[in-house]
Protein backbone atom coordinates (compact mmCIF):
# COMPACT_ATOMS: atom_id res chain seq x y z
CA UNK A 1 0.00 0.00 0.00
CA UNK A 2 1.59 3.60 -0.82
CA UNK A 3 1.51 5.60 1.90
CA UNK A 4 1.36 9.34 2.21
CA UNK A 5 2.94 12.41 3.88
CA UNK A 6 -0.16 14.01 5.78
CA UNK A 7 1.29 17.73 5.17
CA UNK A 8 4.07 18.10 7.16
CA UNK A 9 2.93 16.07 10.20
CA UNK A 10 5.28 13.23 9.78
CA UNK A 11 2.18 11.22 9.74
CA UNK A 12 1.66 8.44 6.66
CA UNK A 13 -1.42 7.66 5.09
CA UNK A 14 -3.34 5.67 2.64
CA UNK A 15 -4.40 7.51 -0.53
CA UNK A 16 -8.02 7.15 0.63
CA UNK A 17 -9.31 8.32 3.92
CA UNK A 18 -12.28 5.57 5.20
CA UNK A 19 -15.42 8.30 6.15
CA UNK A 20 -16.57 7.07 9.98
CA UNK A 21 -19.84 9.40 9.74
CA UNK A 22 -21.51 6.17 8.89
CA UNK A 23 -20.78 4.01 11.64
CA UNK A 24 -23.57 4.11 14.14
CA UNK A 25 -25.77 5.44 11.49
CA UNK A 26 -25.86 3.36 8.12
CA UNK A 27 -23.67 0.72 9.69
CA UNK A 28 -24.96 -0.65 12.83
CA UNK A 29 -22.02 -2.01 15.21
CA UNK A 30 -21.62 -5.48 13.37
CA UNK A 31 -21.16 -3.89 10.17
CA UNK A 32 -18.88 -1.13 11.11
CA UNK A 33 -16.89 -3.90 12.64
CA UNK A 34 -16.51 -5.84 10.12
CA UNK A 35 -15.92 -3.12 7.78
CA UNK A 36 -12.84 -1.89 9.35
CA UNK A 37 -11.95 -5.09 9.82
CA UNK A 38 -11.43 -5.47 6.13
CA UNK A 39 -10.49 -2.00 5.10
CA UNK A 40 -6.98 -2.65 7.68
CA UNK A 41 -7.09 -6.32 6.04
CA UNK A 42 -6.35 -4.31 2.71
CA UNK A 43 -3.96 -2.40 3.78
CA UNK A 44 -5.61 0.68 4.48
CA UNK A 45 -4.62 2.74 7.90
CA UNK A 46 -6.20 5.92 8.15
CA UNK A 47 -10.11 6.80 9.52
CA UNK A 48 -11.75 9.96 10.45
CA UNK A 49 -14.87 10.59 12.30
CA UNK A 50 -15.88 13.57 14.71
CA UNK A 51 -17.30 14.23 17.59
CA UNK A 52 -20.51 15.10 16.94
CA UNK A 53 -21.25 12.16 14.63
CA UNK A 54 -24.25 11.19 14.51
CA UNK A 55 -26.20 13.33 16.29
CA UNK A 56 -28.41 14.75 13.54
CA UNK A 57 -30.33 10.61 13.78
CA UNK A 58 -33.30 11.00 15.75
CA UNK A 59 -32.45 9.77 19.37
CA UNK A 60 -28.68 10.40 19.04
CA UNK A 61 -27.02 12.66 21.18
CA UNK A 62 -23.72 12.58 18.86
CA UNK A 63 -20.61 10.34 19.90
CA UNK A 64 -22.15 7.55 18.06
CA UNK A 65 -19.12 7.10 15.37
CA UNK A 66 -16.36 7.52 18.23
CA UNK A 67 -17.91 5.20 20.39
CA UNK A 68 -18.26 2.47 17.94
CA UNK A 69 -14.44 3.12 16.83
CA UNK A 70 -13.51 2.78 20.24
CA UNK A 71 -14.84 -0.37 21.09
CA UNK A 72 -13.77 -1.91 17.79
CA UNK A 73 -9.89 -0.73 18.60
CA UNK A 74 -10.05 -2.44 21.88
CA UNK A 75 -11.45 -5.60 20.64
CA UNK A 76 -8.84 -5.30 17.40
CA UNK A 77 -6.31 -4.39 19.01
CA UNK A 78 -4.83 -2.61 15.84
CA UNK A 79 -4.91 1.14 17.29
CA UNK A 80 -0.93 1.28 16.75
CA UNK A 81 -1.86 0.62 13.00
CA UNK A 82 -4.53 3.31 12.74
CA UNK A 83 -4.29 6.73 11.67
CA UNK A 84 -7.22 8.44 13.40
CA UNK A 85 -8.68 11.55 13.03
CA UNK A 86 -11.48 13.54 14.94
CA UNK A 87 -13.03 16.53 14.91
CA UNK A 88 -13.96 19.11 17.51
CA UNK A 89 -16.30 22.08 17.15
CA UNK A 90 -19.99 21.38 15.54
CA UNK A 91 -22.87 21.46 18.43
CA UNK A 92 -23.09 18.80 20.97
CA UNK A 93 -25.89 20.47 23.11
CA UNK A 94 -26.15 24.17 24.73
CA UNK A 95 -22.71 25.33 25.15
CA UNK A 96 -21.00 22.73 23.58
CA UNK A 97 -19.30 23.94 20.69
CA UNK A 98 -16.70 26.07 19.17
CA UNK A 99 -12.93 26.46 19.40
CA UNK A 100 -12.41 27.89 22.79
CA UNK A 101 -9.53 26.65 24.61
CA UNK A 102 -11.77 25.42 28.01
CA UNK A 103 -14.20 24.08 25.49
CA UNK A 104 -11.52 22.28 23.26
CA UNK A 105 -9.67 20.67 26.54
CA UNK A 106 -13.18 19.51 27.64
CA UNK A 107 -14.06 17.97 24.28
CA UNK A 108 -10.94 15.84 23.25
CA UNK A 109 -10.69 14.04 26.80
CA UNK A 110 -14.39 13.25 25.93
CA UNK A 111 -13.31 11.99 22.50
CA UNK A 112 -10.60 9.93 23.94
CA UNK A 113 -12.89 8.28 26.46
CA UNK A 114 -15.05 7.12 23.62
CA UNK A 115 -12.38 6.18 21.55
CA UNK A 116 -10.59 4.42 24.10
CA UNK A 117 -7.58 5.88 23.53
CA UNK A 118 -4.86 8.37 25.16
CA UNK A 119 -3.97 9.85 21.88
CA UNK A 120 -5.33 11.45 18.67
CA UNK A 121 -3.44 11.53 15.52
CA UNK A 122 -5.25 14.56 13.82
CA UNK A 123 -7.30 16.54 15.60
CA UNK A 124 -9.14 19.01 13.31
CA UNK A 125 -11.66 22.04 13.75
CA UNK A 126 -14.59 20.91 12.71
CA UNK A 127 -15.57 24.20 11.83
CA UNK A 128 -13.97 28.18 11.98
CA UNK A 129 -15.14 30.20 15.14
CA UNK A 130 -14.62 33.78 14.48
CA UNK A 131 -15.99 34.39 18.46
CA UNK A 132 -12.55 32.75 19.15
CA UNK A 133 -9.38 34.80 18.33
CA UNK A 134 -7.22 32.37 16.28
CA UNK A 135 -4.35 32.31 18.47
CA UNK A 136 -5.96 31.65 21.78
CA UNK A 137 -7.42 28.32 19.75
CA UNK A 138 -4.07 27.56 18.20
CA UNK A 139 -2.32 27.50 21.61
CA UNK A 140 -4.65 25.51 23.42
CA UNK A 141 -4.12 22.64 20.30
CA UNK A 142 -0.07 23.54 21.32
CA UNK A 143 -0.40 22.26 25.07
CA UNK A 144 -2.73 19.04 23.58
CA UNK A 145 0.44 18.35 21.56
CA UNK A 146 2.77 19.43 24.54
CA UNK A 147 1.05 16.78 26.83
CA UNK A 148 0.65 13.69 23.80
CA UNK A 149 -2.52 13.86 23.73
CA UNK A 150 -2.93 14.85 20.18
CA UNK A 151 -0.06 14.69 17.19
CA UNK A 152 -1.03 16.97 14.92
CA UNK A 153 -3.87 19.62 13.65
CA UNK A 154 -6.15 20.34 10.98
CA UNK A 155 -8.94 22.25 9.69
CA UNK A 156 -12.13 21.68 8.16
CA UNK A 157 -15.05 24.41 6.25
CA UNK A 158 -12.50 27.18 6.33
CA UNK A 159 -12.55 29.89 3.91
CA UNK A 160 -9.35 30.76 1.84
CA UNK A 161 -8.85 34.14 4.26
CA UNK A 162 -9.53 32.70 7.35
CA UNK A 163 -6.70 29.33 6.79
CA UNK A 164 -4.45 31.73 5.51
CA UNK A 165 -4.69 34.14 9.21
CA UNK A 166 -4.18 30.76 10.63
CA UNK A 167 -1.56 29.76 8.93
CA UNK A 168 -0.12 32.94 9.55
CA UNK A 169 -0.71 32.84 13.06
CA UNK A 170 1.27 29.73 13.44
CA UNK A 171 4.76 31.23 11.55
CA UNK A 172 4.38 34.50 13.33
CA UNK A 173 3.91 32.93 16.86
CA UNK A 174 5.47 29.73 16.63
CA UNK A 175 2.11 27.95 17.25
CA UNK A 176 1.43 24.68 15.95
CA UNK A 177 0.13 25.07 12.15
CA UNK A 178 -3.47 23.47 10.70
CA UNK A 179 -1.34 20.50 8.45
CA UNK A 180 -4.48 19.21 6.90
CA UNK A 181 -7.33 20.85 5.61
CA UNK A 182 -10.95 19.12 4.79
CA UNK A 183 -13.01 20.95 2.11
CA UNK A 184 -15.77 20.15 0.42
CA UNK A 185 -14.61 18.49 -3.03
CA UNK A 186 -15.43 15.94 -5.66
CA UNK A 187 -16.09 15.97 -9.82
CA UNK A 188 -19.48 18.01 -8.62
CA UNK A 189 -18.19 20.29 -6.40
CA UNK A 190 -14.99 21.45 -7.20
CA UNK A 191 -14.87 25.49 -6.71
CA UNK A 192 -15.16 25.87 -2.91
CA UNK A 193 -11.76 24.43 -2.83
CA UNK A 194 -10.32 24.73 -6.39
CA UNK A 195 -11.01 28.72 -6.50
CA UNK A 196 -8.39 29.98 -4.08
CA UNK A 197 -7.78 27.16 -1.38
CA UNK A 198 -6.03 24.74 -3.33
CA UNK A 199 -3.23 27.63 -4.56
CA UNK A 200 -3.10 28.27 -0.58
CA UNK A 201 -2.48 24.44 0.64
CA UNK A 202 0.01 23.90 -2.41
CA UNK A 203 1.85 27.10 -1.57
CA UNK A 204 2.34 25.66 2.44
CA UNK A 205 2.50 22.21 1.99
CA UNK A 206 -0.78 21.37 3.53
CA UNK A 207 -2.71 17.87 2.59
CA UNK A 208 -5.94 17.54 1.66
CA UNK A 209 -8.30 14.97 2.77
CA UNK A 210 -11.60 16.07 0.97
CA UNK A 211 -15.29 15.25 2.20
CA UNK A 212 -17.93 14.32 -0.10
CA UNK A 213 -15.68 12.73 -2.28
CA UNK A 214 -18.37 10.42 -4.22
CA UNK A 215 -21.25 13.53 -3.61
CA UNK A 216 -22.58 11.72 -0.77
CA UNK A 217 -23.42 8.88 -3.55
CA UNK A 218 -24.46 10.62 -6.66
CA UNK A 219 -20.79 9.83 -8.62
CA UNK A 220 -21.47 6.28 -7.77
CA UNK A 221 -24.40 6.30 -10.64
CA UNK A 222 -27.10 5.16 -7.93
CA UNK A 223 -28.99 8.10 -8.57
CA UNK A 224 -29.68 9.47 -11.76
CA UNK A 225 -33.41 10.33 -11.17
CA UNK A 226 -35.26 12.20 -8.81
CA UNK A 227 -36.71 9.00 -7.97
CA UNK A 228 -33.70 7.33 -7.36
CA UNK A 229 -33.16 9.79 -4.51
CA UNK A 230 -35.32 8.30 -1.55
CA UNK A 231 -33.04 4.72 -2.62
CA UNK A 232 -31.28 5.35 0.93
CA UNK A 233 -30.67 8.12 4.48
CA UNK A 234 -28.30 9.96 1.95
CA UNK A 235 -30.37 10.42 -0.78
CA UNK A 236 -33.27 12.93 -0.78
CA UNK A 237 -31.89 17.12 -1.17
CA UNK A 238 -28.75 16.22 -1.07
CA UNK A 239 -28.07 14.28 -4.06
CA UNK A 240 -31.04 15.92 -5.83
CA UNK A 241 -28.90 19.15 -6.15
CA UNK A 242 -27.06 17.25 -9.03
CA UNK A 243 -29.61 16.05 -10.78
CA UNK A 244 -29.51 18.82 -13.63
CA UNK A 245 -27.68 18.61 -16.87
CA UNK A 246 -24.38 18.92 -15.78
CA UNK A 247 -24.15 16.64 -13.32
CA UNK A 248 -25.70 14.45 -15.52
CA UNK A 249 -22.81 14.65 -17.93
CA UNK A 250 -20.49 14.13 -15.30
CA UNK A 251 -22.25 10.85 -14.70
CA UNK A 252 -22.02 9.58 -18.79
CA UNK A 253 -18.25 10.69 -18.71
CA UNK A 254 -17.57 8.03 -15.70
CA UNK A 255 -19.89 5.32 -17.00
CA UNK A 256 -17.67 5.80 -20.46
CA UNK A 257 -14.21 5.86 -18.84
CA UNK A 258 -15.59 3.13 -16.24
CA UNK A 259 -16.39 0.57 -19.35
CA UNK A 260 -13.21 1.03 -21.06
CA UNK A 261 -11.11 0.29 -17.84
CA UNK A 262 -13.46 -2.54 -16.52
CA UNK A 263 -14.03 -0.28 -13.30
CA UNK A 264 -16.75 1.17 -11.74
CA UNK A 265 -17.95 5.16 -12.07
CA UNK A 266 -16.96 5.77 -7.83
CA UNK A 267 -13.66 4.42 -8.57
CA UNK A 268 -12.92 6.80 -11.43
CA UNK A 269 -14.06 9.65 -9.42
CA UNK A 270 -12.30 8.31 -6.72
CA UNK A 271 -9.42 7.96 -8.96
CA UNK A 272 -9.68 11.58 -10.12
CA UNK A 273 -9.66 12.98 -6.44
CA UNK A 274 -6.36 10.89 -5.75
CA UNK A 275 -4.82 12.45 -8.98
CA UNK A 276 -5.31 16.02 -7.99
CA UNK A 277 -2.89 18.31 -7.07
CA UNK A 278 -2.27 18.51 -2.88
CA UNK A 279 -5.01 15.47 -2.80
CA UNK A 280 -3.54 13.53 -0.16
CA UNK A 281 -6.10 11.32 0.72
CA UNK A 282 -10.38 11.39 -0.35
CA UNK A 283 -12.31 10.62 2.13
CA UNK A 284 -15.20 8.09 1.40
CA UNK A 285 -17.58 5.80 3.23
CA UNK A 286 -18.69 2.63 2.44
CA UNK A 287 -21.81 0.59 4.40
CA UNK A 288 -20.98 -2.96 2.85
CA UNK A 289 -18.20 -4.82 1.70
CA UNK A 290 -18.98 -4.37 -1.56
CA UNK A 291 -18.61 -0.76 -1.67
CA UNK A 292 -15.85 -0.87 0.41
CA UNK A 293 -13.79 -3.36 -2.46
CA UNK A 294 -14.62 -0.31 -4.97
CA UNK A 295 -13.10 1.61 -2.81
CA UNK A 296 -10.02 -0.79 -2.55
CA UNK A 297 -9.73 -1.03 -6.14
CA UNK A 298 -10.22 2.57 -6.86
CA UNK A 299 -6.87 3.14 -5.09
CA UNK A 300 -5.46 0.62 -7.76
CA UNK A 301 -6.78 3.13 -10.68
CA UNK A 302 -4.27 5.13 -12.33
CA UNK A 303 -6.19 7.17 -15.21
CA UNK A 304 -4.66 8.38 -18.18
CA UNK A 305 -4.12 12.28 -18.98
CA UNK A 306 -6.54 12.07 -21.49
CA UNK A 307 -9.22 10.43 -18.99
CA UNK A 308 -8.25 13.15 -16.69
CA UNK A 309 -8.86 16.03 -19.37
CA UNK A 310 -12.23 14.51 -20.06
CA UNK A 311 -13.64 14.26 -16.87
CA UNK A 312 -11.90 17.96 -15.79
CA UNK A 313 -13.65 19.20 -19.30
CA UNK A 314 -16.93 17.94 -18.43
CA UNK A 315 -17.07 18.73 -14.92
CA UNK A 316 -15.55 22.26 -15.14
CA UNK A 317 -18.30 24.97 -13.82
CA UNK A 318 -18.73 27.51 -16.05
Same mark, same amino acid.
Given at each position: ??L????? @????? @????????????????????????????????F?????????????? @????????I???L?? @?G??????????????????L???R? $????Q??????????????????????????? &???T???? $?????????R? &???????A??????????? /???????????????????????DQ????????????????A?? $???LT???R?????????????T??????? /?G?? &??????? &?????N???????T????? /???????I?S?????????????????L? $????????????Q?
Open positions: MERPLGR @SGLLV @SPICFGGNVFGWTANAATSFSLLDAWFDAGFNVDTADVYSAWVPGH @SGGESETLGQWKR @SRRHQMVLATKVGKPMGPGQGLP $AYIRAVDASLKRLQTDYIDLYQSHDDDTDTP &IEDLGAY $ADLIRIGKVA &IGASNYSPRFAQALDASS /RLGLPRYETLQPLYNLYDRAVFELQALCRTHGVGVINFYLA $AGFGKYTAADAGKSARGGKVATYLNP /RLA &ILQALDE &IAAENTSPAQVAAWLMQ /RPTVVAPAATSLDQLQDLVAASQLRS $AQEIARLDATSAG
